[in-house]
């Protein structure tokens, strides 16, 4: 199994993917598309025979970014067709009225739910189908040489170790192999956590339909908590309720069925009345954790990061997995420009990559108090209609935020500074315009005075 070790870089083409999540399965299939030999551990058992633990088959939204990388190894209409479109989200007050608004300025553009479990289930037969590509589950990493591109792995075998050319770390936000590095002299990580964690819960069918519009995300803003629903094929909806962990308001502090009812009686009114498993599911469906990590360099001799385990991020944009896919196509195609050179590679795919993730690490963050508290507030949504007007005057012009986000592969750190720009550009135009109307009225003014005078 092992190849020759050397400190020089090779182009030989052994790689070893740690991690077979939604990054580490794609970037196998792109990998052994491209000829490489590759060999992927994963700790847990194969996913599609063991299925989703319970409270962790979170659906996810895909768009416009995850779409352009899926279709490049050809998996977007398998994927489209396993997911349902949600064109605009859909606020649910305490009381009163629900709220819909689209997320693009035609009301044409999606989103895609999708759940978790059937796309890494797509991604791993995809990577399956390569003749080069081999995936062996319930392995593993305990430990990463970097210098010897080497892995200690713990399977029920025993201990096994394995070595390759090159070892890309697609292990998650808890990595293994970025762990290694934090071991290194130069390796910068930071690694921060919300006071909020997540639980998932149901909104089952009703009389074997959707009980809620499925054609959107579902938002209930509560200030100190908030929960979303998106939807599934099977017509039920995955919830997910976002909350302080601990604390008199928190998740800790519903430790009796009676006060699970009335919490959600209270502040969840409407959905309470289409969660018969409620109690069920908040009992024993853990609380999840929401971390953002940011570290730099991501590349340590031939050993590399990508997606959660380089740049895990809170989930508040839908854009942990987009952008781990984003960096599965800019790896490759800096080494198709390399011509198979790692070395030349790996430093320009995290030049393209890690401003570009702690921009989308802002971003997400800046989203969640933005869904918590603004989407209710007059000012955004006036707000939201001028920008939305503003795009559909002006096109390309201008665009909102959301829109570049979700709907374009515009390099996330571009789109503040060109958000910025163009609320300047449309303050500036606004300014003259004011001035050109004072001046005419004034204009006019004089006029008449003279004409009385
Ligand atoms: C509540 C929630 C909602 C989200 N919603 C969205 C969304 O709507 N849209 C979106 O784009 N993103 C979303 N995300 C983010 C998304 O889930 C992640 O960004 C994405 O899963 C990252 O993919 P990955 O392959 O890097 O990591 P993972 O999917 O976490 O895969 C890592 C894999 O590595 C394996 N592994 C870990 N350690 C080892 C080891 N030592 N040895 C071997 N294998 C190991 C794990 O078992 C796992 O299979 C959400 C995240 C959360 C928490």
Redesign the pocket.
């Known amino acids: 199994m092992s190849t020759t070790l050397s400190n020089q870089p090779s182009a030989t083409g052994d790689v070893v993917i740690?991690?077979?999540?939604?990054?580490?399965?794609l970037l196998a299939t792109m990998l052994g598309q491209r000829g490489y030999r590759v060999r992927v551990?994963?700790?847990?058992p194969d996913?599609r025979l063991t299925g989703a633990a319970r409270g962790r088959s979170?659906?996810?939204?895909?768009?416009t970014r995850?779409l352009t990388a899926l279709n490049s190894v050809g998996l977007t209409d398998e994927v489209l067709a396993r997911g349902l479109p949600m064109h605009g989200r859909m606020l649910h007050p305490v009381n009163g009225e629900q709220e819909y608004q689209s997320y693009s300025a035609d009301g044409q553009r999606a989103?895609n739910s999708i759940s978790?479990g059937e796309l890494?289930a797509l991604l791993l037969n995809s990577a399956e189908a390569q003749p080069s590509v081999e995936i062996f589950f319930q392995?593993?990493?305990?430990d990463c040489d970097i210098d010897q591109t080497q892995l200690t792995?713990g399977t029920d075998d025993g201990e096994k170790i394995v070595t390759a050319d090159v070892i890309i770390g697609?292990?998650?936000?808890?990595?293994?192999?970025r762990r290694a590095f934090t071991l290194r002299d130069g390796f910068n990580f930071e690694q921060d956590y919300l006071p909020y964690g997540?639980k998932?819960l149901t909104i089952p069918a009703k009389n074997s339909e959707f009980a809620l519009n499925p054609d959107a995300l579902h938002i209930w803003p509560r200030g100190s908590s908030m929960m979303i629903a998106?939807p599934n094929l099977d017509r039920s909806f995955t919830c997910?309720l976002f909350w302080p962990k601990s604390g008199d308001d928190s998740f800790a502090a519903l430790d009796t069925s009676v006060k699970i009812t009335d919490f959600f009686d209270e502040h969840y009114p409407d959905a309470a009345t289409l969660m018969p498993s409620l109690v069920d599911d908040y009992t024993h469906n853990p609380v999840?954790s929401?971390v953002t990590v940011r570290c730099s360099p991501w590349w340590m001799n031939r050993c590399v990061l990508?997606?959660?385990?380089a740049h895990?991020?809170v989930?508040f944009y839908?854009?942990?997995?987009?952008?781990?896919?984003e960096d599965c196509l800019s790896l490759v195609a800096a080494i198709d420009a390399a011509q198979g050179d790692w070395a030349m590679a790996m430093p320009a795919y995290a030049e393209d990559r890690v401003v570009n993730s702690n921009a989308v690490a802002d971003l997400a963050l800046h989203n969640f108090i933005e869904m918590r508290d603004s989407v209710n507030s007059r000012t955004y949504r006036a707000v939201r209609a001028t920008e939305n007007t503003l795009h559909r005057l002006l096109g390309e012009h201008y665009r909102t935020r959301y829109e570049m986000v979700s709907f374009s592969t515009t390099p996330y750190a571009s789109i503040e500074p060109r958000v910025r720009a163009q609320r300047r550009a449309v303050a500036i135009a606004t300014g003259l315009g004011l001035i050109a109307s004072g001046l005419t009225l004034a204009g006019r003014l004089r006029s008449r005075l003279a004409r009385r005078g």
């Open positions: 740690v991690g077979a999540g939604l990054a580490g399965s551990y994963e700790r847990r996913p979170i659906n996810l939204a895909i768009s995850g989103i978790r890494n392995h593993r990493v305990e792995l697609t292990d998650g936000a808890y990595s293994a192999v997540y998932e998106l997910t999840g929401l990508l997606g959660d385990a895990a991020i989930p839908g854009q942990g997995a987009n952008a781990s896919f």
